[in-house]
Structure formats: structure tokens, C-alpha cells
Nanobody, 118 residues
Framework: QVQLVESGGGLVQAGGSLKLSCAAS????????MGWYRQVSDKERELVAT???????NYADSVKGRAIIPNHGVDYARYLEMSSLKSEDAGVYFC????????????WGQGTQVTVSS
């Protein structure tokens, strides 16, 4: 089993910046994808950014140029840095992990709330 714990959410001013952290525990597959999704109210959870174990980063169009998922070469943590926050960036941010070997399934953290004030 894999557990994911997010931290770093909170209240951010529009135009400000945000840093989120995800700590993973358990057995992390050598080949995997880990990153961030977000959800607003009852809308569908949407991709923010992910980083594969091979170093490939994938960003949602809505955050390109404003978000970085740093590659520290660490399998047990993921970070997200966002700048120039907009009201539409508000929501619950979930850490996400999916192995690419063995038993393939999605893992989610409990989420951390991000509120953007104008």
C-alpha cells in the first residue's frame, strides 16, 4: 500500500504564489507517475501537473508557464510551485500516484485546500 500526505495549502492572494508538498510512504514502484490534481466543488478532478519516474513532466494547459513540478530525483516526494495564482486555481489539491509496473491502480492523498482571495 502507498499513502500520500499533502501539505502547504491555505489562503493565497490572487497574483501570489503557492508551494505544495506530497510525502509518499509505502512501496513506490521504480516506474511510476506522481503529481497533482485538483477539484473544485462537485466538478471532476482535473490534472494540474505530474512528473514521471523517468523525469517527464506533464502540465495542464491552464497552469503552463505558472507551475513547476520540480524534479529532485526523489521517488517519495513531489512538490508543486505555482505563481500568478488566479481565482480559478482555488480548489482541493490532491497528490496522485500511479505505478507503471506490478498492480496498476491510482492512489490519492486526502487533499489540501487552496483558497485564492482577490
Amino acid at each position: 500500500q502507498v499513502q500520500l500526505v499533502e501539505s502547504g495549502g491555505g489562503l493565497v492572494q490572487a497574483g501570489g504564489s503557492l508551494k505544495l508538498s506530497c510525502a509518499a510512504s509505502g512501496s513506490i514502484a521504480s516506474r511510476h507517475v506522481m503529481g497533482w490534481y485538483r477539484q473544485v466543488s462537485d466538478k471532476e478532478r482535473e490534472l494540474v501537473a505530474t512528473l514521471s519516474s523517468g523525469g517527464w513532466a506533464n502540465y495542464a494547459d491552464s497552469v503552463k508557464g505558472r507551475a513547476i513540478i520540480p524534479n529532485h530525483g526523489v521517488d517519495y516526494a513531489r512538490y508543486l510551485e505555482m505563481s500568478s495564482l488566479k481565482s480559478e486555481d482555488a480548489g482541493v489539491y490532491f497528490c496522485y500516484y500511479r505505478p507503471r509496473e506490478g498492480v496498476i491502480r491510482d492512489y490519492w492523498g486526502q487533499g489540501t485546500q487552496v483558497t485564492v482571495s482577490s
